[in-house]
Protein backbone atom coordinates (compact mmCIF):
# COMPACT_ATOMS: atom_id res chain seq x y z
CA UNK A 1 0.00 0.00 0.00
CA UNK A 2 1.14 3.90 -0.43
CA UNK A 3 2.98 5.09 2.29
CA UNK A 4 0.23 8.09 4.15
CA UNK A 5 1.07 11.99 2.84
CA UNK A 6 -0.13 13.60 5.87
CA UNK A 7 -2.50 13.32 9.74
CA UNK A 8 0.63 11.38 11.10
CA UNK A 9 4.19 11.59 11.74
CA UNK A 10 4.78 7.28 11.72
CA UNK A 11 6.84 7.33 14.88
CA UNK A 12 6.80 5.64 18.47
CA UNK A 13 8.89 6.77 21.37
CA UNK A 14 9.60 4.00 23.40
CA UNK A 15 10.99 4.73 26.70
CA UNK A 16 12.54 1.85 29.09
CA UNK A 17 12.40 2.92 32.73
CA UNK A 18 14.17 0.03 33.73
CA UNK A 19 17.29 0.10 31.19
CA UNK A 20 16.98 4.26 31.38
CA UNK A 21 17.15 3.99 27.69
CA UNK A 22 14.72 5.51 24.94
CA UNK A 23 14.52 4.78 21.29
CA UNK A 24 12.55 5.80 18.30
CA UNK A 25 10.66 3.39 16.31
CA UNK A 26 8.61 3.54 13.03
CA UNK A 27 5.25 2.74 12.81
CA UNK A 28 4.32 0.33 9.81
CA UNK A 29 2.07 2.46 7.68
CA UNK A 30 -0.41 -0.76 7.42
CA UNK A 31 -0.68 -0.95 11.11
CA UNK A 32 -1.40 3.15 10.87
CA UNK A 33 -4.25 1.98 8.34
CA UNK A 34 -5.69 -0.44 10.38
CA UNK A 35 -5.92 1.04 13.92
CA UNK A 36 -5.11 4.59 13.19
CA UNK A 37 -4.61 5.50 15.87
CA UNK A 38 -5.81 6.31 19.99
CA UNK A 39 -7.62 3.62 21.77
CA UNK A 40 -7.18 1.24 18.60
CA UNK A 41 -3.13 2.10 18.09
CA UNK A 42 -2.80 1.68 21.89
CA UNK A 43 -4.30 -1.85 21.98
CA UNK A 44 -2.62 -3.14 19.06
CA UNK A 45 0.66 -2.32 21.04
CA UNK A 46 -0.54 -3.45 24.44
CA UNK A 47 -2.05 -6.58 22.56
CA UNK A 48 1.29 -7.97 20.77
CA UNK A 49 3.73 -6.31 23.79
CA UNK A 50 2.34 -7.83 26.85
CA UNK A 51 2.37 -11.08 27.40
CA UNK A 52 -0.91 -12.93 29.36
CA UNK A 53 -1.23 -13.24 32.80
CA UNK A 54 1.22 -10.59 33.83
CA UNK A 55 0.73 -8.45 37.25
CA UNK A 56 -0.43 -4.95 36.36
CA UNK A 57 1.83 -3.71 38.19
CA UNK A 58 4.93 -5.35 37.16
CA UNK A 59 7.18 -3.91 35.19
CA UNK A 60 6.00 -5.77 32.56
CA UNK A 61 3.14 -3.73 32.05
CA UNK A 62 3.19 -0.88 29.57
CA UNK A 63 2.03 2.51 29.75
CA UNK A 64 0.43 3.85 26.31
CA UNK A 65 -0.23 7.09 25.20
CA UNK A 66 -1.58 7.23 21.53
CA UNK A 67 -2.83 10.43 19.69
CA UNK A 68 -4.86 9.92 16.08
CA UNK A 69 -4.23 11.69 12.90
CA UNK A 70 -6.09 14.53 13.78
CA UNK A 71 -4.85 15.59 16.76
CA UNK A 72 -2.73 18.49 16.55
CA UNK A 73 -4.70 19.80 13.29
CA UNK A 74 -7.39 22.28 12.78
CA UNK A 75 -9.82 20.34 13.65
CA UNK A 76 -12.66 21.08 16.27
CA UNK A 77 -12.74 18.86 19.36
CA UNK A 78 -10.03 16.63 18.02
CA UNK A 79 -7.80 17.75 20.89
CA UNK A 80 -7.89 13.84 22.31
CA UNK A 81 -5.18 11.14 23.95
CA UNK A 82 -5.62 7.79 24.49
CA UNK A 83 -4.02 5.75 27.65
CA UNK A 84 -3.46 1.76 27.03
CA UNK A 85 -2.52 -0.70 29.80
CA UNK A 86 -4.01 -3.63 31.51
CA UNK A 87 -6.02 -2.78 34.57
CA UNK A 88 -4.75 -3.07 37.82
CA UNK A 89 -8.16 -2.70 39.22
CA UNK A 90 -9.98 -5.22 36.58
CA UNK A 91 -7.17 -6.74 35.40
CA UNK A 92 -8.62 -6.39 31.36
CA UNK A 93 -7.54 -3.62 28.91
CA UNK A 94 -7.89 -0.35 30.46
CA UNK A 95 -8.19 2.46 28.09
CA UNK A 96 -8.13 6.13 29.58
CA UNK A 97 -9.35 9.18 27.44
CA UNK A 98 -8.37 13.16 28.03
CA UNK A 99 -8.31 16.69 26.83
CA UNK A 100 -6.96 19.86 27.11
CA UNK A 101 -3.71 20.72 25.55
CA UNK A 102 -1.35 17.80 26.58
CA UNK A 103 -2.44 15.70 23.52
CA UNK A 104 -1.70 18.30 21.26
CA UNK A 105 1.47 19.03 22.94
CA UNK A 106 2.59 15.44 22.67
CA UNK A 107 1.19 15.64 18.91
CA UNK A 108 3.68 18.13 18.18
CA UNK A 109 6.85 16.13 19.51
CA UNK A 110 6.46 14.29 16.39
CA UNK A 111 5.37 10.69 18.16
CA UNK A 112 2.03 9.25 17.49
CA UNK A 113 2.69 6.91 20.56
CA UNK A 114 5.04 6.94 23.52
CA UNK A 115 5.23 3.47 25.33
CA UNK A 116 6.85 3.53 28.93
CA UNK A 117 8.10 0.08 30.09
CA UNK A 118 9.87 -1.27 32.95
CA UNK A 119 10.44 0.88 36.16
CA UNK A 120 12.46 3.13 37.34
CA UNK A 121 14.64 2.30 40.93
CA UNK A 122 14.03 5.66 41.84
CA UNK A 123 11.42 8.42 41.50
CA UNK A 124 11.50 10.24 37.99
CA UNK A 125 10.03 12.13 35.46
CA UNK A 126 10.08 12.40 31.38
CA UNK A 127 11.03 15.74 29.78
CA UNK A 128 9.87 14.98 25.84
CA UNK A 129 10.66 18.54 23.77
CA UNK A 130 10.38 17.44 20.26
CA UNK A 131 12.63 14.62 20.10
CA UNK A 132 15.24 15.03 22.83
CA UNK A 133 13.86 12.36 25.51
CA UNK A 134 15.37 12.75 28.99
CA UNK A 135 14.57 10.80 32.24
CA UNK A 136 15.41 13.30 34.92
CA UNK A 137 15.19 12.40 38.87
CA UNK A 138 11.99 13.86 40.40
CA UNK A 139 12.57 13.12 44.22
CA UNK A 140 11.64 16.83 44.39
CA UNK A 141 8.17 16.04 43.65
CA UNK A 142 7.55 12.68 44.89
CA UNK A 143 4.52 13.38 47.36
CA UNK A 144 3.37 16.97 46.23
CA UNK A 145 -0.61 16.99 44.83
CA UNK A 146 -0.94 17.23 41.34
CA UNK A 147 -1.16 21.28 40.58
CA UNK A 148 1.84 21.42 42.96
CA UNK A 149 3.43 19.01 40.71
CA UNK A 150 2.65 20.98 37.68
CA UNK A 151 3.26 24.59 39.08
CA UNK A 152 6.87 23.53 40.30
CA UNK A 153 7.80 21.48 37.47
CA UNK A 154 7.04 24.07 35.11
CA UNK A 155 8.54 26.97 37.07
CA UNK A 156 11.70 24.53 37.37
CA UNK A 157 12.34 23.88 33.69
CA UNK A 158 11.29 27.58 33.15
CA UNK A 159 8.43 26.89 31.12
CA UNK A 160 4.88 27.79 31.66
CA UNK A 161 3.53 26.42 28.79
CA UNK A 162 4.70 22.70 29.18
CA UNK A 163 2.20 20.76 29.28
CA UNK A 164 2.19 17.62 31.84
CA UNK A 165 0.26 14.67 32.94
CA UNK A 166 1.17 13.40 36.61
CA UNK A 167 -0.08 11.60 39.52
CA UNK A 168 -0.95 12.50 42.87
CA UNK A 169 -0.31 11.16 46.14
CA UNK A 170 -2.83 8.39 45.45
CA UNK A 171 -1.14 6.86 42.33
CA UNK A 172 1.99 7.11 44.44
CA UNK A 173 0.50 5.06 46.85
CA UNK A 174 -0.66 2.47 44.27
CA UNK A 175 -4.34 2.82 44.97
CA UNK A 176 -6.41 0.64 42.69
CA UNK A 177 -8.44 3.98 41.83
CA UNK A 178 -5.66 6.21 41.25
CA UNK A 179 -5.77 8.29 38.00
CA UNK A 180 -3.73 10.71 36.29
CA UNK A 181 -4.32 14.34 36.10
CA UNK A 182 -2.90 16.87 33.25
CA UNK A 183 -4.15 20.54 34.32
CA UNK A 184 -7.69 19.32 35.48
CA UNK A 185 -8.09 16.56 33.16
CA UNK A 186 -8.11 13.45 34.18
CA UNK A 187 -7.15 10.00 32.36
CA UNK A 188 -8.90 8.22 34.80
CA UNK A 189 -10.87 5.06 35.94
CA UNK A 190 -9.27 1.26 35.94
CA UNK A 191 -6.10 2.34 38.56
CA UNK A 192 -4.10 3.82 35.30
CA UNK A 193 -2.54 6.05 38.33
CA UNK A 194 -0.97 3.12 40.21
CA UNK A 195 0.59 1.42 37.26
CA UNK A 196 2.42 5.13 36.14
CA UNK A 197 3.32 4.51 40.51
CA UNK A 198 4.46 1.75 39.87
CA UNK A 199 6.90 2.51 37.52
CA UNK A 200 8.31 5.55 40.10
CA UNK A 201 6.81 7.91 37.15
CA UNK A 202 5.70 11.06 38.63
CA UNK A 203 4.93 13.03 35.59
CA UNK A 204 6.07 13.27 31.55
CA UNK A 205 6.24 16.71 30.58
CA UNK A 206 5.93 17.23 27.04
CA UNK A 207 6.57 20.67 24.21
CA UNK A 208 6.24 20.50 20.60
CA UNK A 209 6.77 22.43 17.76
CA UNK A 210 6.58 20.03 15.21
CA UNK A 211 3.57 20.95 12.70
CA UNK A 212 1.02 17.69 11.38
CA UNK A 213 1.41 17.66 7.46
CA UNK A 214 -2.06 17.26 5.48
CA UNK A 215 -2.53 15.34 2.65
CA UNK A 216 -5.38 17.96 1.31
CA UNK A 217 -5.20 21.20 3.05
CA UNK A 218 -7.90 22.72 1.18
CA UNK A 219 -10.40 20.18 1.20
CA UNK A 220 -9.55 19.34 4.90
CA UNK A 221 -10.40 23.33 5.52
CA UNK A 222 -13.81 23.09 3.79
CA UNK A 223 -14.55 19.35 5.63
CA UNK A 224 -14.23 21.81 8.95
CA UNK A 225 -16.22 24.37 7.92
CA UNK A 226 -19.08 21.78 7.42
CA UNK A 227 -17.96 20.04 10.69
CA UNK A 228 -18.50 23.65 12.08
CA UNK A 229 -21.49 24.30 10.04
CA UNK A 230 -23.62 20.94 12.15
CA UNK A 231 -22.30 21.93 15.50
CA UNK A 232 -24.28 25.37 15.31
CA UNK A 233 -27.21 24.22 13.87
CA UNK A 234 -27.48 21.89 16.65
CA UNK A 235 -30.01 22.37 19.13
CA UNK A 236 -27.67 21.12 22.62
CA UNK A 237 -24.05 21.87 21.61
CA UNK A 238 -24.01 25.52 22.32
CA UNK A 239 -27.68 26.66 23.64
CA UNK A 240 -27.60 24.20 26.04
CA UNK A 241 -23.99 21.67 26.40
CA UNK A 242 -21.53 24.38 25.84
CA UNK A 243 -23.03 26.35 29.35
CA UNK A 244 -23.72 23.50 31.24
CA UNK A 245 -21.06 20.92 30.47
CA UNK A 246 -22.16 17.15 31.08
CA UNK A 247 -24.32 18.40 34.88
CA UNK A 248 -27.17 18.83 32.42
CA UNK A 249 -27.84 14.95 32.75
CA UNK A 250 -28.86 15.62 36.26
CA UNK A 251 -32.11 16.96 34.90
CA UNK A 252 -32.40 13.97 32.85
CA UNK A 253 -31.91 11.34 34.34
CA UNK A 254 -33.76 12.43 37.71
CA UNK A 255 -36.61 12.93 35.74
CA UNK A 256 -36.47 9.68 34.30
CA UNK A 257 -36.18 8.00 37.56
CA UNK A 258 -32.70 6.20 36.63
CA UNK A 259 -30.21 8.89 38.86
CA UNK A 260 -28.39 6.82 41.37
CA UNK A 261 -29.30 7.52 45.13
CA UNK A 262 -27.08 6.14 48.37
CA UNK A 263 -25.05 3.18 46.75
CA UNK A 264 -28.28 2.86 44.51
CA UNK A 265 -30.87 1.95 47.54
CA UNK A 266 -32.67 5.11 46.55
CA UNK A 267 -33.04 5.57 42.90
CA UNK A 268 -35.64 7.36 42.04
CA UNK A 269 -37.02 7.90 45.41
CA UNK A 270 -36.55 11.62 45.30
CA UNK A 271 -36.16 14.42 42.56
CA UNK A 272 -32.85 15.63 42.88
CA UNK A 273 -32.52 18.05 40.47
CA UNK A 274 -33.27 20.48 42.01
CA UNK A 275 -30.86 20.45 44.34
CA UNK A 276 -27.82 19.13 41.91
CA UNK A 277 -29.00 20.24 37.97
CA UNK A 278 -27.02 21.95 35.85
CA UNK A 279 -29.20 25.75 36.70
CA UNK A 280 -28.37 24.83 40.18
CA UNK A 281 -24.60 24.74 39.80
CA UNK A 282 -24.55 27.61 37.62
CA UNK A 283 -24.67 29.76 40.39
CA UNK A 284 -21.01 28.94 41.18
CA UNK A 285 -19.72 29.82 37.43
CA UNK A 286 -16.47 31.76 36.85
CA UNK A 287 -15.60 30.99 33.45
CA UNK A 288 -15.88 28.38 30.72
CA UNK A 289 -12.26 26.20 29.59
CA UNK A 290 -12.10 24.70 26.27
CA UNK A 291 -9.77 22.24 24.66
CA UNK A 292 -7.44 22.77 22.16
CA UNK A 293 -9.39 24.38 19.00
CA UNK A 294 -12.84 23.55 20.71
CA UNK A 295 -15.22 25.72 19.80
CA UNK A 296 -17.77 24.39 22.39
CA UNK A 297 -15.74 24.91 25.68
CA UNK A 298 -18.25 22.63 27.91
CA UNK A 299 -15.88 22.47 30.82
CA UNK A 300 -17.41 24.82 33.21
CA UNK A 301 -14.88 26.48 35.97
CA UNK A 302 -16.77 26.87 38.95
CA UNK A 303 -16.08 28.01 42.73
CA UNK A 304 -17.54 28.23 46.11
CA UNK A 305 -18.24 31.73 47.06
CA UNK A 306 -19.35 31.43 50.68
CA UNK A 307 -19.50 28.86 53.57
CA UNK A 308 -16.71 26.25 55.10
CA UNK A 309 -15.52 25.50 51.10
CA UNK A 310 -15.37 29.20 50.25
CA UNK A 311 -12.62 29.98 48.21
CA UNK A 312 -12.38 26.16 46.44
CA UNK A 313 -12.74 25.95 42.93
CA UNK A 314 -12.83 22.88 40.23
CA UNK A 315 -12.95 22.63 36.69
CA UNK A 316 -16.48 20.71 36.75
CA UNK A 317 -17.73 19.03 38.36
CA UNK A 318 -18.85 17.16 35.93
CA UNK A 319 -21.85 14.87 36.00
CA UNK A 320 -20.50 11.79 37.13
CA UNK A 321 -18.90 13.50 39.86
CA UNK A 322 -22.01 15.76 41.13
CA UNK A 323 -23.40 11.36 41.63
CA UNK A 324 -20.09 9.60 42.93
CA UNK A 325 -19.48 12.86 45.59
CA UNK A 326 -22.99 13.83 45.86
CA UNK A 327 -26.15 11.96 45.54
CA UNK A 328 -24.94 8.06 45.39
CA UNK A 329 -23.20 9.57 49.20
CA UNK A 330 -26.92 10.68 50.26
CA UNK A 331 -25.59 14.34 49.76
CA UNK A 332 -26.98 17.36 48.31
CA UNK A 333 -24.54 20.46 48.62
CA UNK A 334 -22.79 21.56 45.72
CA UNK A 335 -20.19 23.57 47.30
CA UNK A 336 -18.98 20.44 49.51
CA UNK A 337 -19.07 18.59 45.51
CA UNK A 338 -17.13 21.46 44.05
CA UNK A 339 -14.54 20.72 47.62
CA UNK A 340 -14.57 17.01 47.26
CA UNK A 341 -13.78 16.96 43.15
CA UNK A 342 -10.83 19.50 43.62
CA UNK A 343 -9.42 17.00 46.19
CA UNK A 344 -10.12 13.96 44.50
CA UNK A 345 -7.93 16.01 41.64
CA UNK A 346 -5.16 17.04 43.91
CA UNK A 347 -4.89 13.08 45.10
CA UNK A 348 -4.53 11.91 41.72
CA UNK A 349 -8.60 9.77 42.63
CA UNK A 350 -10.84 9.02 39.80
CA UNK A 351 -14.09 10.41 41.17
CA UNK A 352 -16.18 7.88 40.10
CA UNK A 353 -14.31 4.78 41.67
CA UNK A 354 -13.62 6.71 45.33
CA UNK A 355 -17.34 8.23 45.25
CA UNK A 356 -18.63 4.94 44.48
CA UNK A 357 -16.63 2.68 46.49
CA UNK A 358 -17.60 5.18 49.68
CA UNK A 359 -21.04 4.52 49.21
CA UNK A 360 -20.67 1.24 49.92
CA UNK A 361 -18.68 1.59 52.73
CA UNK A 362 -21.29 3.93 54.32
CA UNK A 363 -24.11 1.06 53.32
CA UNK A 364 -22.07 -1.38 54.74
CA UNK A 365 -21.37 1.03 58.29
CA UNK A 366 -24.63 1.52 58.83
CA UNK A 367 -25.93 -2.22 58.21
CA UNK A 368 -23.53 -2.66 60.45
CA UNK A 369 -21.80 -5.37 58.22
CA UNK A 370 -18.28 -2.80 58.65
CA UNK A 371 -17.98 -0.82 61.66
CA UNK A 372 -14.00 -0.62 62.35
CA UNK A 373 -13.89 3.04 61.64
CA UNK A 374 -11.60 4.39 64.27
CA UNK A 375 -14.76 6.57 65.30
CA UNK A 376 -15.05 8.05 61.19
CA UNK A 377 -18.72 8.05 61.54
CA UNK A 378 -19.33 6.95 57.80
CA UNK A 379 -23.10 7.83 57.16
CA UNK A 380 -24.79 9.06 54.31
CA UNK A 381 -24.45 12.36 54.25
CA UNK A 382 -21.67 12.93 56.50
CA UNK A 383 -19.58 15.59 54.58
CA UNK A 384 -16.58 15.39 56.66
CA UNK A 385 -16.05 12.00 56.87
CA UNK A 386 -15.89 11.52 53.04
CA UNK A 387 -13.20 14.47 52.90
CA UNK A 388 -11.10 12.32 55.73
CA UNK A 389 -12.05 8.99 53.90
CA UNK A 390 -10.72 10.34 50.67
CA UNK A 391 -7.35 11.29 51.84
CA UNK A 392 -6.93 8.54 54.01
CA UNK A 393 -7.42 6.28 50.90
CA UNK A 394 -4.86 8.86 48.47
CA UNK A 395 -2.50 7.44 51.70
CA UNK A 396 -3.49 4.09 51.98
CA UNK A 397 -3.94 4.88 55.71
CA UNK A 398 -5.62 3.10 58.89
CA UNK A 399 -8.64 0.95 57.73
CA UNK A 400 -9.34 2.65 54.35
CA UNK A 401 -6.33 0.56 52.80
CA UNK A 402 -9.28 -2.19 52.71
CA UNK A 403 -10.79 0.11 50.24
CA UNK A 404 -8.14 1.82 48.42
CA UNK A 405 -8.79 -1.11 45.82
CA UNK A 406 -11.93 -0.32 45.03
CA UNK A 407 -15.70 -2.07 45.85
CA UNK A 408 -15.12 -5.50 44.22
CA UNK A 409 -11.93 -6.18 46.43
CA UNK A 410 -13.24 -4.19 49.39
CA UNK A 411 -16.16 -6.73 49.31
CA UNK A 412 -14.22 -9.67 49.23
CA UNK A 413 -11.63 -8.63 51.93
CA UNK A 414 -14.76 -7.83 54.09
CA UNK A 415 -16.69 -10.79 53.46
CA UNK A 416 -19.86 -11.13 55.33
CA UNK A 417 -22.26 -10.65 51.98
CA UNK A 418 -20.46 -7.23 52.30
CA UNK A 419 -19.95 -7.96 48.26
CA UNK A 420 -23.20 -7.98 47.48
CA UNK A 421 -23.01 -4.29 48.34
CA UNK A 422 -19.82 -3.74 45.55
CA UNK A 423 -21.44 -1.96 42.55
CA UNK A 424 -19.40 -2.74 39.90
CA UNK A 425 -18.76 -4.81 36.98
CA UNK A 426 -15.39 -6.99 36.55
CA UNK A 427 -13.87 -4.50 39.04
CA UNK A 428 -15.07 -1.04 37.68
CA UNK A 429 -17.54 0.80 39.77
CA UNK A 430 -20.80 1.81 38.26
CA UNK A 431 -21.42 4.89 36.51
CA UNK A 432 -24.36 7.49 36.85
CA UNK A 433 -26.71 5.67 35.10
CA UNK A 434 -29.53 3.02 36.89
CA UNK A 435 -29.21 0.62 34.05
CA UNK A 436 -32.45 -0.58 35.72
CA UNK A 437 -34.01 2.32 33.99
CA UNK A 438 -32.29 2.28 30.71
CA UNK A 439 -31.53 -1.50 29.12
CA UNK A 440 -29.19 -0.94 26.66
CA UNK A 441 -26.89 1.51 28.92
CA UNK A 442 -26.95 -1.88 31.12
CA UNK A 443 -25.79 -4.05 27.94
CA UNK A 444 -23.03 -2.29 27.53
CA UNK A 445 -22.15 -1.90 31.15
CA UNK A 446 -22.29 -5.70 31.39
CA UNK A 447 -19.80 -6.07 28.23
CA UNK A 448 -17.54 -2.96 27.55
CA UNK A 449 -14.24 -4.58 27.25
CA UNK A 450 -13.13 -1.43 30.61
CA UNK A 451 -15.97 -3.15 33.02
CA UNK A 452 -18.77 -0.73 33.77
CA UNK A 453 -17.98 2.21 31.80
CA UNK A 454 -19.88 4.84 29.92
CA UNK A 455 -18.31 6.24 27.90
CA UNK A 456 -17.59 2.84 26.13
CA UNK A 457 -21.39 2.74 24.60
CA UNK A 458 -23.30 5.59 25.58
CA UNK A 459 -27.04 5.07 24.81
CA UNK A 460 -28.16 8.98 24.02
CA UNK A 461 -31.13 7.04 22.83
CA UNK A 462 -32.38 6.19 26.79
CA UNK A 463 -31.28 9.33 27.92
CA UNK A 464 -32.14 12.11 26.15
CA UNK A 465 -34.26 10.36 23.55
CA UNK A 466 -32.03 10.73 20.05
CA UNK A 467 -33.89 9.06 17.51
CA UNK A 468 -30.54 7.50 16.33
CA UNK A 469 -30.05 4.97 14.55
CA UNK A 470 -33.69 4.87 15.40
CA UNK A 471 -36.24 5.23 18.54
CA UNK A 472 -36.44 3.42 21.16
CA UNK A 473 -38.40 2.45 24.55
CA UNK A 474 -35.39 2.92 27.02
CA UNK A 475 -37.64 0.05 29.14
CA UNK A 476 -37.75 -2.34 26.17
CA UNK A 477 -35.30 -5.79 26.81
CA UNK A 478 -36.24 -6.64 23.17
CA UNK A 479 -33.12 -5.31 20.20
CA UNK A 480 -31.37 -3.67 22.81
CA UNK A 481 -28.78 -6.03 22.51
CA UNK A 482 -28.15 -5.01 18.96
CA UNK A 483 -28.59 -1.67 20.14
CA UNK A 484 -25.12 -1.62 22.41
CA UNK A 485 -23.26 -3.02 19.94
CA UNK A 486 -24.30 -0.04 17.59
CA UNK A 487 -23.32 2.47 20.74
CA UNK A 488 -20.52 0.89 21.42
CA UNK A 489 -19.05 0.57 17.79
CA UNK A 490 -20.53 4.35 17.23
CA UNK A 491 -17.79 5.46 20.48
CA UNK A 492 -15.51 3.16 19.29
CA UNK A 493 -14.83 5.18 15.87
CA UNK A 494 -13.95 8.42 18.08
CA UNK A 495 -11.89 7.03 20.66
CA UNK A 496 -9.32 6.18 17.72
CA UNK A 497 -9.99 8.79 15.14
CA UNK A 498 -9.33 10.62 17.98
CA UNK A 499 -12.58 13.30 18.15
CA UNK A 500 -14.31 14.19 21.39
CA UNK A 501 -17.90 11.76 22.19
CA UNK A 502 -19.72 14.79 23.07
CA UNK A 503 -20.20 16.97 20.69
CA UNK A 504 -20.46 13.91 18.04
CA UNK A 505 -23.05 12.43 19.95
CA UNK A 506 -25.07 15.83 20.14
CA UNK A 507 -24.58 17.88 16.95
CA UNK A 508 -23.10 15.40 14.14
CA UNK A 509 -24.72 12.21 14.98
CA UNK A 510 -26.44 11.58 11.72
CA UNK A 511 -23.56 12.24 9.38
CA UNK A 512 -20.82 11.43 12.57
CA UNK A 513 -19.04 8.40 10.09
CA UNK A 514 -19.14 10.77 6.83
CA UNK A 515 -17.30 13.75 8.68
CA UNK A 516 -14.86 11.44 10.18
CA UNK A 517 -13.73 9.22 6.70
CA UNK A 518 -13.78 12.95 5.04
CA UNK A 519 -11.18 14.23 7.59
CA UNK A 520 -8.97 11.60 7.96
CA UNK A 521 -9.10 11.25 3.97
CA UNK A 522 -8.47 14.61 3.51
CA UNK A 523 -5.24 14.66 6.29
CA UNK A 524 -4.30 11.41 5.68
CA UNK A 525 -4.14 11.29 1.48
CA UNK A 526 -5.93 7.67 1.97
CA UNK A 527 -9.43 6.54 0.92
CA UNK A 528 -11.94 6.43 4.32
CA UNK A 529 -15.02 5.68 4.19
CA UNK A 530 -18.29 5.64 6.13
CA UNK A 531 -17.92 1.75 6.05
CA UNK A 532 -14.20 1.93 7.03
CA UNK A 533 -14.99 4.41 10.12
CA UNK A 534 -17.64 2.69 11.42
CA UNK A 535 -15.51 -0.85 10.70
CA UNK A 536 -12.90 0.63 13.23
CA UNK A 537 -15.21 0.92 15.96
CA UNK A 538 -15.91 -2.50 15.67
CA UNK A 539 -12.55 -3.60 15.38
CA UNK A 540 -11.39 -1.67 18.19
CA UNK A 541 -14.28 -4.01 20.34
CA UNK A 542 -12.84 -7.15 18.99
CA UNK A 543 -9.51 -6.77 19.23
CA UNK A 544 -10.32 -5.67 23.04
CA UNK A 545 -12.32 -8.62 23.47
CA UNK A 546 -9.47 -10.55 22.47
CA UNK A 547 -7.19 -9.33 25.35
CA UNK A 548 -9.56 -10.16 27.95
CA UNK A 549 -10.20 -13.45 26.46
CA UNK A 550 -6.82 -14.16 26.53
CA UNK A 551 -6.66 -13.26 30.09
CA UNK A 552 -9.73 -15.41 30.77
CA UNK A 553 -12.65 -13.39 30.42
CA UNK A 554 -16.03 -14.84 28.76
CA UNK A 555 -19.82 -14.56 29.51
CA UNK A 556 -19.21 -15.13 33.30
CA UNK A 557 -17.87 -11.61 33.65
CA UNK A 558 -20.62 -10.10 31.48
CA UNK A 559 -22.80 -9.65 34.61
CA UNK A 560 -24.45 -6.74 36.45
CA UNK A 561 -24.11 -6.10 40.38
CA UNK A 562 -26.96 -8.77 42.34
CA UNK A 563 -28.77 -5.32 43.74
CA UNK A 564 -29.89 -4.08 40.15
CA UNK A 565 -31.19 -8.31 39.25
CA UNK A 566 -32.84 -8.79 42.25
CA UNK A 567 -34.49 -5.20 43.90
CA UNK A 568 -36.64 -3.09 41.65
CA UNK A 569 -36.16 0.64 41.45
CA UNK A 570 -38.36 2.13 44.58
CA UNK A 571 -40.43 4.92 43.48
CA UNK A 572 -40.25 7.50 40.68
CA UNK A 573 -40.92 7.20 36.50
CA UNK A 574 -38.73 3.62 36.43
CA UNK A 575 -40.44 2.77 40.07
CA UNK A 576 -40.60 -1.56 39.38
CA UNK A 577 -37.77 -1.96 36.92
CA UNK A 578 -34.75 -4.11 37.63
CA UNK A 579 -32.68 -6.39 34.84
CA UNK A 580 -33.32 -10.01 35.87
CA UNK A 581 -30.70 -12.68 35.24
CA UNK A 582 -33.09 -13.91 32.73
CA UNK A 583 -33.55 -10.92 30.70
CA UNK A 584 -29.52 -10.21 31.16
CA UNK A 585 -29.37 -13.56 29.21
CA UNK A 586 -32.04 -12.52 26.76
CA UNK A 587 -29.82 -9.29 25.98
CA UNK A 588 -26.82 -10.85 25.86
CA UNK A 589 -27.51 -13.48 23.61
CA UNK A 590 -28.89 -10.91 20.78
CA UNK A 591 -25.95 -8.53 21.88
CA UNK A 592 -23.28 -11.98 20.65
CA UNK A 593 -25.82 -12.99 17.87
CA UNK A 594 -25.23 -8.99 16.96
CA UNK A 595 -21.59 -9.33 17.09
CA UNK A 596 -20.77 -12.43 15.97
CA UNK A 597 -19.94 -14.25 18.52
CA UNK A 598 -20.24 -17.28 19.66
CA UNK A 599 -22.85 -17.92 22.97
CA UNK A 600 -19.99 -17.72 25.50
CA UNK A 601 -18.91 -14.20 24.22
CA UNK A 602 -16.23 -15.30 22.09
CA UNK A 603 -15.59 -13.70 18.87
CA UNK A 604 -15.76 -16.16 16.29
CA UNK A 605 -12.48 -17.03 13.87
CA UNK A 606 -14.99 -15.81 10.93
CA UNK A 607 -15.23 -12.41 12.81
CA UNK A 608 -11.81 -12.07 13.23
CA UNK A 609 -10.81 -12.52 9.54
CA UNK A 610 -13.45 -10.06 8.98
CA UNK A 611 -11.97 -7.33 10.92
CA UNK A 612 -8.24 -8.28 9.95
CA UNK A 613 -7.34 -9.41 12.96
CA UNK A 614 -6.23 -13.04 12.32
CA UNK A 615 -3.35 -12.39 14.16
CA UNK A 616 -5.50 -13.19 17.58
CA UNK A 617 -7.16 -16.33 16.54
CA UNK A 618 -4.71 -18.18 17.90
CA UNK A 619 -5.54 -17.33 21.42
CA UNK A 620 -9.03 -18.32 21.27
CA UNK A 621 -10.00 -21.27 23.94
CA UNK A 622 -9.47 -24.20 22.17
CA UNK A 623 -13.20 -25.01 22.98
CA UNK A 624 -14.06 -21.89 20.90
Known amino acids: MKDFAGGWFGKLLRINLTEQTTKVEEIDPAVLYKFVGGAALGAKILYDKVPPGIDPLSPENKLIFAVGPLTGTETPCASRLNLTTKSPLTGALANSLSGGFFPVEMKWTGFDAIIIEGKSPEPVYLLVKDEKVEIKKAARYWGLHTQDTQTYLKEDLNDHNIRIACIGPAGENLSLMSCIINECRAMGRKGVGA??????????????????????????????????????????????????????????????????????????VEDLAPYLDSNVFAQYGQTRNSCYRCPVACSQVRMVKKGPYEGISTEGPEYETIYALGSVLGIKDPPFIIAADRLCDELGLDTISAGVTIGMAMELYEKGIFTSTNGLELKFGNQDSVLTFLRMIAYKEGFAKIFADGAKKAGQAIGKGAEYYAMEVKGLELPAYDVRGAKAHGVNYATAYTGADHNRGYAAQEVFGIPIPYPVERLEIKGKGILAKWNQDFCGCYDVATLCEFPTQMGLMPIAQKITADLLSDATGWDFTEQSVWQLGERLNNLCRMFNVREGFSRKDDCLPRRLMEEPIKDGLSKGEMISQQELDFMLDEYYEARGWDKNGIPTPAKLHELGLEDTIKDLPSNA
Open 195 to 268: VMGSKNLKAIAVRGTGEVPIANPKKFKETIKEFLKHLRESELVYPVFSKTGSSLAVGATSALGFFPAKNWQDTG
